[in-house]
């Protein structure tokens, strides 16, 4: 049983959320306060399948300003007054009620159709039977109701075929006998009462159809609860059939008995906020894409001058080792220059040999020389690539000094943010603090810790608070000058509860005005006081009492009339024909013998002469009636009527009390009868409101005295449930004085936990930032190492071409010395003195020259040195952009944490297109559910509300309900849904 229960609850909460968000409990067509209205009940008898036997429609026609000028509309046949005695004229469809009364009730048949109907499927130990074959059986049953929604039509949405329906609330149940045990009901509750329980469902018959594939993956659970069939299993004994039942109305309150279904609205500003929402994120996160594609690409650049530089090393150490040999080489040749100058003594003894020695001499100058171009020329090049390395280095330098500083501000201004961002959330909760201890809800100040138990505490109601509203509603009463006890006033408050009104004070006067009426009826100058004093002096014989036969009188004399206009009597002839039976027949006994005697008369009436006695019979009568025209006056009419027709008249009018018992029929008519005294009589007239009146004093007595009675004593049965209703209501008022407060606690409560995102969230995105500043910052340092590198080699590589130019200056002197060796040979012995300055010069030129080599050799090295800081440093900042780009991809993915965890949360239920197509399918349906009409028809401009009620033909009565207004008790959803139908134990 507890597990129905709690399907049951799942259930209605999640229809809460879907119709709650599919279609808001709007309003039937016409607006609220329309002074026309009209109340539509269909009574529709089932077979044992759920085929439809045959329809009843009850409606209740209502004008604040008399329905003397209304125009009706109805399609039902065989159209009944069902209170009154109004009649009415038609002209096809249109119906005008001859009345100024402001309200009609009336009855009629319709062969229609439905909007949504029942198929009932039964199996007994898994084998399908027909209804008609199950009684008597036993086994275990499976009953299986399945509902249609009739009322459907399509919309295009998004390029898409949408199906939409009149969304209808459906309630359905199933009353078993004690044939049945272990009973059980999927998404359904089942309660006993006695030897008979119920098994209750609610159901949306058609939407699960429209919605099930827009709701998404989120909500997939929740199709489960659009039920469009239910089922119930039972072990069986000698099965005595069910009686099933399907009551269903797009108007949720029209179902006042079943808890309401609430709904969503405002959809369109909810898909223009996610839209907005949306927008915003995506480009927040393209920006962050952006940012990590960028450092991305810095990431492989930095790899590629890596590569680079390691070349560029290798190349300069390559550069080293060649400068070093040439430094040995030149070191070697200022050797033997020395040795030539010291040997110029023996340079005349080898002249010859000289001359042989200038030839290749020269040849080796010209060869040297060419190198020495060569080398000049490479080292010019070498130069300006040098220079060209450190401005593009110098570029780098500075792009990154610029990144460097906008991500240093950045992280610079991230403790100010984090921190303005706390203060501003402290501000909220301060001034949450302020506003809830001013108002009394909190006596302590919340922290970040506690807030969501300290607002779920003030969302309570407690005792107190449901104190102060019951002694509102007695301060109320007081100020009109009542004073009540307190099981006068337990009473007063369980009658506004149960009375449906949700107008309070309309209520509580209603109530008031109930108690006291019923006080003032049942005393001794009341109506019921006054009847039962009656009743007792006539020994509980209501016709002995004097009020009841003088109207038993009257009924019986017009019955007798109708008999005799029926046989073709006119109006004139009618007393006379009584009067003259009444005395030439006396002493009837049976009604038999009145109708022979009535029979008599009138055919003496029709054959009389001038010259018959019977002429001067009537001529008597005749003269007599003329003194005293009422027939009731004459003591033999008086006996003629008491012989029957009065015994019949009080029959007919206790059979139109309805099943009442003989002491409660004996009350209401003496009642009626005492209600219509007058002057001359009775006003027949009169009695059939009388009656009506009459009940409902006597129903709204027993009403009070009733829950006086078990209000007053704990010890009685049903005290429990009735205070049980009575706290609801007061829990209910007071939700209901504080809904708006509550509401904002409740909402305080999401802003808050929104606020401690937020914060979270920025801390992420701060401590991405700070990780790339300190990756750009590192990344500029080692630039700066790679630039000042870069300048110590273009000053190493100036070095180095300056000496290449010395050394193309000292090899062009050698192949010119050379030539002049060579063309001096001839000379040599006579130009021995210029041969030794030669070899000075020479001597000279090759310490330029050596010393030009050692500066190529430190230039080489230091070359290599550069290289080998530009190769550490291009690692330094290969590591600095991958710090960067690791930085960078933080903060992508800290915004993309933020996007996942908290805006696509809230989308992911659903996409923008899914959004728009539900979107149009709920309001399409909201607009169905609008504008539905009526049934059968109604007034224009008239307020129409229509339930309908489906019931198998085994616990129908013989004639639809009639629109009742005495309140019924709301205790059990069992008791409940047995109201609805009108199966009320008695």
């Known amino acids: 049983m507890l597990s129905h229960k709690s399907n049951l609850c799942k259930r209605l909460f999640s229809l809460g959320l879907a119709a709650a968000f599919l279609t808001a409990s709007a309003l039937p067509a016409g607006a609220a306060g329309t002074a026309l209205t009209k109340e539509e009940t269909v009574y529709l008898v089932m077979n044992g399948d759920g085929s439809i036997q045959s329809t009843t429609v009850s409606d209740h026609l209502h004008s604040d300003a008399g329905l003397a000028t209304v125009e009706d509309s109805s399609t039902l046949q065989d159209i009944e007054n069902t209170q009154g005695t109004a009649e009415y004229t038609r002209q096809g469809d249109a119906l005008i009620w001859n009345t100024d009364d402001t309200d009609v009730y009336y009855k ?16 007994l130990d898994g084998k399908t039977v027909a209804a008609d074959a199950l009684p008597g059986q036993s086994g275990h049953l499976v009953i299986r109701i399945n509902l249609t929604n009739h009322e459907t039509g399509t919309i295009e949405t998004n390029g898409v075929t949408r199906q939409v329906c009149t969304p209808y609330a459906a309630v359905v149940g199933a009353v078993l006998n004690s044939s049945f045990t272990n009973v059980t009901a999927e998404h359904g509750l089942v309660q006993g009462d006695g030897g008979t329980q119920i098994a209750g469902f609610i159901c949306l018959p058609g939407v699960r159809a429209c919605l099930g594939d827009l709701l998404g993956e989120q909500f997939s659970g929740l199709t489960e609860y659009l039920l469009d069939s239910v089922t119930l299993e039972a072990d069986v004994t000698e099965l005595t059939m069910p009686s099933i039942m399907v009551a269903c109305a797009t108007d949720t309150s029209m179902l006042a008995d079943v808890d309401g279904i609430a709904g969503l609205d405002k959809l369109d500003g909810l898909q223009e906020d996610m839209d907005a929402l949306t927008d915003a994120m995506d480009q927040l996160l393209d920006g962050a894409t952006r940012l990590s594609t960028g450092a991305a690409k810095l990431d492989t650049g930095a790899a590629t001058l890596k590569a680079g530089v390691t070349k560029l090393d290798n190349g300069a150490a390559t550069l080293n080792n060649g400068a070093a040999q040439l430094n040995d080489g030149a070191a070697t040749l200022d050797d033997g220059a020395g040795r030539l100058a010291d040997g110029t003594a023996s340079l005349k003894e080898g002249a010859t040999s000289l001359d042989d020695g200038a030839g290749t001499l020269k040849n080796g100058a010209d060869s040297l020389y060419g190198g020495a171009q060569s080398l000049a020329d490479g080292a010019a090049k070498l ?11 110098g570029q780098l330098s500075g792009g990154l000094a610029t990144l460097s500083s906008g991500l240093s501000t950045l992280s610079a201004n991230s403790a100010a943010l984090n921190a303005g961002a706390q203060q501003i959330a402290d501000a909220v909760l301060a001034t949450a603090n302020s506003q809830l201890k001013a108002q009394g809800a909190i006596t302590e100040d919340m922290t970040w810790q506690n807030y969501a138990d300290v607002l779920a505490g003030v969302l309570n109601i407690s005792d107190e608070m449901r104190a102060a509203a019951r002694n509102q509603i007695s301060a109320q009463v007081g100020a009109a000058g009542v004073t009540l006890s307190d099981a006068e006033l337990d009473t007063l408050l369980y009658l506004v509860a149960t009375s449906g009104n949700s107008d309070l004070t309309a209520a509580v006067t209603t109530a008031a005005g109930q108690m006291a009426q019923a006080s003032a009826d049942a005393a001794d100058t009341g109506a019921i006081g006054q009847a039962k004093q009656a009743l007792a002096a006539a020994a509980n014989q209501p016709a002995a009492v004097p009020a009841v036969a003088t109207m038993l009188k009257a009924q019986a004399y017009a019955g007798i009339c109708q008999q005799l206009a029926a046989a073709g009597a006119d109006a004139a002839a009618q007393p006379v024909v009584v009067l003259l039976a009444a005395r030439r027949v006396p002493g009837c006994t049976t009604t038999a013998e009145v109708n022979t005697a009535l029979g008599e008369a009138a055919a003496l009436l029709q054959m ?38 009065m015994g019949e008249a009080y029959g007919k009018v206790a059979a139109a009390l309805g099943d009442v018992e003989d002491s409660t029929a004996a009350l209401l008519i003496t009642m009626a009868s005492q209600a219509t005294q007058t002057a001359d009589g009775c006003d027949l007239a009169a009695l059939p409101a009388a009656l009506q009146a ?33 706290q609801l209501f007061l829990t209910n008022l007071v939700k209901a004085q504080q809904g708006g407060a509550l509401d904002a606690v409740s909402n305080l409560s999401t802003q808050l936990a929104g606020v401690q995102t937020f914060i979270a969230s920025l801390r992420q995105y701060t401590g991405g930032v700070d990780t790339a500043a ?26 180095l071409n300056g000496g290449a130019n010395t050394l193309q200056s000292g090899a062009a002197q050698l192949a010119g010395g050379a030539t002049s060796l060579k063309e001096g040979t001839g000379t040599l012995k006579e130009g021995t003195a210029t041969l030794q300055s030669g070899a000075a010069d020479l001597k000279g030129g090759t310490a330029t020259l050596k010393d030009g080599t050692d500066t190529l050799r430190s230039g080489a090295s230091a070359l290599k040195t550069g290289t080998g800081d530009l190769k550490t440093g291009a690692a330094d900042l290969k590591k600095g952009t991958a710090e960067l780009n690791t930085g960078a991809k933080t903060l992508a993915d800290g915004l993309n944490q933020f996007n996942e965890e908290g805006i696509e949360k809230l989308l992911s239920a659903l996409d923008t297109d899914q959004l728009a197509e539900l979107k149009d399918v709920a309001t399409a349906m909201k607009d169905r559910q609008q504008q539905a009409t009526s049934f059968t028809g109604a007034p224009e401009n008239a307020q ?10 085994e616990q129908t009565k013989a004639a639809a309900p009639d629109t009742a207004t005495a309140a019924s008790t709301k205790t059990t959803l069992w008791q409940r849904i047995l109201a609805l139908f009108g199966l009320n134990k008695k």
Do not use: C, M, W
């Open 108 to 123: 009629g048949t319709t062969d229609q159709t439905p909007p949504v109907t029942a198929e009932i499927q039964y199996q």
């Open 383 to 393: 130069k300006s690539g040098a220079d060209t390395l450190s401005g593009g280095l």
């Open 608 to 645: 009389a002469t001038p010259e018959a006695a019977d002429a001067a019979d009537i001529g008597a009568v005749a003269a007599d009636l003329a003194a005293d025209p009422n027939p009731l006056h004459y003591p033999e009419v008086t006996a003629l009527l008491a012989a029957g027709p």
């Open 694 to 726: 009459a009940g409902a004093t006597a129903t709204n007595a027993a009403t009070v005295s009733g829950v006086l009675a078990t209000v007053g004593n704990p010890g009685s049965e049903g005290y429990t449930s009735y205070q049980q209703t009575i």
């Open 774 to 799: 300190a990756g750009a910052a590192s990344a500029n340092t080692v630039t700066a190492q790679l630039a000042a590198g870069a300048v110590t080699l273009d000053e190493g590589l100036a070095t």
């Open 944 to 953: 129409v509300s229509t339930r309908f009620v489906l019931k198998t033909a």
